[in-house]
Structure formats: structure tokens, C-alpha cells
């Protein structure tokens, strides 16, 4: 049974920083990409940070780059991202999600048309 458990979330203050983890179970982390994706109430998923089966090749959105760094850690099954200089408008729960991968290369899309495994999420309140 594959299994994508986030953890790491929790309340932090505006400039703040947090590192969240995926660790996955049943999966064979070398065989995917990993999506990191957030979700605030009353808005559209938003695909933030992607990362490819060996790292070399990464994609951050907009919204957080040059504050978010992803990584991972095949050896551990488990995929980061540390999140710096977060903002109020940062709140929101946060996904992992592992897509099965043909070559090095990932999206952030919300959908994708190959085998995508999701995590239950961890919440992430940035407040004073």
C-alpha cells in the first residue's frame, strides 16, 4: 500500500521558516517525481515545487521562489521542502504528491495523466 505522510507543518510567525517532510512507504522513491502543492481555504490548488527522480532538475512557482528550496533524499524515501521568509499569505495545508516518472523531468500541474499518489496534507499557519 503506497503511503505519503507530510509532516513539519505548524504555527510560525511572518519571517519565519519551517522544513516540511514526505516520507513515502510502499513506493520506490528512485521510480518518482515529487510535487509539493498548498491549498488555502476557499482557493485553487497551487502547484508550488517539483523536483526529478535524481534532483538535478527542479521548478518552483513564482509565489515562492528564491524562499522555498525542495529536496530530497532517496536513501530515505523522503522528499523536503524548506520554506524561508514565510508570509501570512503562505498559510494553507500542504500536499506531497509522488508521480510515477518516464524520464528526469517534473511538473507541477494539478493534473497528470500517469500514476499520482497523494499525501494527506500537514497545515501551515503563518500568523503574529
Known amino acids: 500500500q503506497v503511503k505519503l505522510v507530510e509532516s513539519g507543518g505548524g504555527l510560525v510567525q511572518p519571517g519565519g521558516t519551517l522544513k516540511l517532510s514526505c516520507a513515502a512507504s510502499?513506493?520506490?522513491?528512485?521510480?518518482?517525481?515529487m510535487v509539493w502543492f498548498r491549498q488555502a481555504p476557499g482557493k485553487e490548488r497551487e502547484g508550488l515545487s517539483c523536483?526529478?527522480?535524481?534532483?538535478?532538475?527542479?521548478q518552483y512557482a513564482a509565489s515562492v521562489e528564491g524562499r522555498f528550496t525542495i529536496s530530497r533524499d532517496n536513501a530515505k524515501n523522503t522528499v523536503y521542502l524548506q520554506m524561508n521568509s514565510l508570509k501570512p499569505e503562505d498559510t494553507a495545508v500542504y500536499y506531497c504528491?509522488?508521480?510515477?516518472?518516464?524520464?528526469?523531468?517534473?511538473?507541477?500541474?494539478?493534473?497528470?495523466?500517469?500514476?499520482?499518489?497523494w499525501g494527506q496534507g500537514t497545515q501551515v499557519t503563518v500568523s503574529s
Open positions: 523536483i526529478s527522480i535524481s534532483g538535478a532538475r527542479t
Open positions: 510502499g513506493l520506490n522513491l528512485n521510480d518518482y517525481a
Open positions: 504528491a509522488a508521480d510515477l516518472a518516464v524520464a528526469d523531468i517534473c511538473v507541477m500541474s494539478s493534473v497528470v495523466p500517469g500514476e499520482r499518489y
